[in-house]
């Protein structure tokens, strides 16, 4: 009922910039979460960034450790698109990125489930 399509991903060389596009579609009721995870080769998926949407003004935003005053994650809520956009990409940033959605759909309403897109390959090497 919920399908979360990403793009943008690709080869970008150290220092470089890549945009990702994460967009959901469906029945859709609400969104209360929408964020990207990345999962590096032989290591566990891990939060880049969310934003967590607790009622109609208030949001929040949480951003990894490992990515602050880089990668800047924004939405945009009339089309239920999120963005991430990477600056200063550096080799350790080579990944798999994952769309991560908490949807509410006309199905589950008001209960929400979380999906997950199929993931897009960032690798950033000279």
């Known amino acids: 009922q919920v399908q979360l399509v990403e793009s943008g991903g690709g080869l970008v060389q150290p220092g470089g910039s890549l945009r990702l596009s994460c967009a959901a579609s469906?029945?859709?009721?609400?969104?209360?979460?929408m964020g990207w995870y990345r999962q590096a080769p032989g290591k566990e998926r891990e939060l880049v960034a969310i934003?967590?949407?607790?009622?109609?003004?208030?949001?929040?935003?949480d951003i990894g450790d490992s990515v602050k005053g880089r990668f800047t994650i924004s939405r945009d809520t009339a089309n239920n698109t999120v963005y991430l956009q990477m600056n200063s990409l550096k080799p350790e940033t080579t990944a798999v990125y994952y769309c991560f959605g908490k949807v509410a759909h006309r199905g589950t309403w008001p209960s929400a489930e979380n999906y997950w897109g199929q993931g897009t390959q960032v690798t950033v090497s000279s």
């Open positions: 934003i967590t949407r607790a009622d109609d003004a208030n949001t929040t935003t």
């Open positions: 469906g029945s859709i009721v609400s969104v209360s979460a």
